[in-house]
């Protein structure tokens, strides 16, 4: 069975800086897909970044970029320029390729300092 | 818009009194599944459903039914509530193609239910 763990239950950083959210997991397939998701006070679960394993390139989306290491079993998501709004719980996701179980990790609570 | 809906958005109800959470998605998604968040645990699949009458359980499917019978709805039952199942609910669906080729693999959630049992 998949399992993702987030080392950091919280963090907090400075408006405008840099900060990476940790996240590592476990299994034994060769394909499949990594998410974060960040779920604000509104609780609505928005995707944030996606990376499939079989690609070498690591996946940005504007200011936030991920570090996948496939042989470490390791995906942390990297916001830069951090603004108030990215202030929220993110999530660290494992999808076995085409469907089935979606494991999250127990989140990271991020909050933005202005 | 393409959206997925959940109803009710909230629900306080008491131990054994059978309940009926909805999920409806307009996006003619294959996959569509259900999740529980609680505190320090993240989200837990509790059922997943690949197409239509095919449904199979997640990692929490004890005290849970569903059932797929249209291709937009994804019901989920709690024949006997009991006070472990206080929580807060999300449905999700996506598209993953055809024949497993073409989709993007990325769920879509909707707001959430937060069911509480006395």
């Known amino acids: 069975a998949q399992t993702v763990t987030q080392s950091q239950p919280e963090m907090s950083v400075q408006e405008a800086e840099t900060v990476t959210l940790s996240c590592t997991y476990d299994?034994?397939?060769?394909?499949?897909?990594l998410f974060w998701y960040k779920q604000p006070p509104s609780r609505q679960m928005i995707l944030v970044i996606r990376q499939e394993a079989y690609k070498q390139q690591n996946a940005t989306e504007n200011r936030f970029s991920v570090n996948f290491q496939k042989a470490a079993k390791s995906f942390s998501l990297k916001i830069s320029d951090s603004q108030l709004g990215d202030t929220a719980m993110y999530f660290c996701?494992?999808?076995?390729?085409?469907?089935?179980?979606?494991?999250f990790g127990p989140g990271t609570r991020l909050s933005v300092l202005p | 818009e393409a959206q997925v809906t959940q109803n009710p958005r909230y629900l306080i109800t008491v131990t054994g009194k059978k309940l009926t959470v909805t999920c409806s998605q307009n996006?003619?998604?294959?996959?569509m599944s259900w999740y529980r968040q609680d505190p320090g645990l993240g989200l837990r699949q509790i059922y997943y459903s690949m197409n239509v009458e095919v449904t199979d359980k997640g990692d929490v499917p004890e005290g849970y039914k569903v059932s797929r019978k249209e291709k937009r709805n994804f019901p989920l039952i709690l024949e006997s509530p009991s006070p472990n199942q206080t929580s807060l609910y999300f449905c999700a669906s996506t598209w993953v193609g055809l024949a497993g080729v073409g989709g993007t693999d990325t769920q879509y959630f909707g707001p959430g239910t937060r069911l509480t049992v006395l």
């Open positions: 996006m003619n998604h294959e996959y």
């Open positions: 299994t034994s397939e060769n394909n499949y897909y």
């Open positions: 996701a494992f999808m076995k390729m085409r469907g089935q179980n979606f494991v």
